[in-house]
């Protein structure tokens, strides 16, 4: 059974950095594209980042582009988001998301998606 589990969230002053990891188990192929939301107490999810199967493409919105940047790890099935100059208005939890399937296409939109993880709070306060 496919799981994906996000992790690195937590507290950080203005300025500061976090990574998120988004860890895919239980899913047999390393064909899949990963994109990154995100969802404030009282605000509509966002699209924050998306990387393509096959790593070559990457998308940014842009609220965040130039701040953070996204990886990926074949060997450990796991994606990354290095999140550097945080702003209070970065406060949300964020959600990765799996989409199965080769190719070098970034999938930019929610409902593209077919399996999401849980969530992992992430709070920028001075």
């Known amino acids: 059974q496919l799981q994906l589990v996000e992790s690195g969230g937590g507290l950080v002053q203005p300025g500061g950095s976090l990574r998120l990891s988004c860890k895919a188990s239980?899913?047999?192929?390393?064909?899949?594209?990963i994109g990154w939301f995100r969802q404030a107490p009282g605000k509509e999810r966002e699209g924050v980042s998306c990387?393509?199967?096959?790593?070559?493409?990457?998308n940014y919105g842009d609220s965040v582009r130039g701040r953070f940047t996204i990886s990926r790890d074949y060997a450990k099935n796991t994606v990354y988001l290095q999140m550097n100059s945080l702003k209070p208005e970065d406060t949300a939890v964020y959600y990765c998301?799996?989409?199965?399937?080769?190719?070098?296409?970034?999938?930019?939109?929610?409902?593209?998606?077919?399996?999401w993880g849980q969530g992992t709070q992430v709070t920028v306060f001075s």
């Open positions: 998301a799996l989409r199965a399937g080769s190719g070098s296409v970034c999938y930019r939109f929610q409902d593209e998606y077919e399996y």
């Open positions: 990387i393509s199967s096959s790593g070559e493409r990457t």
């Open positions: 239980g899913f047999t192929s390393d064909y899949y594209a």
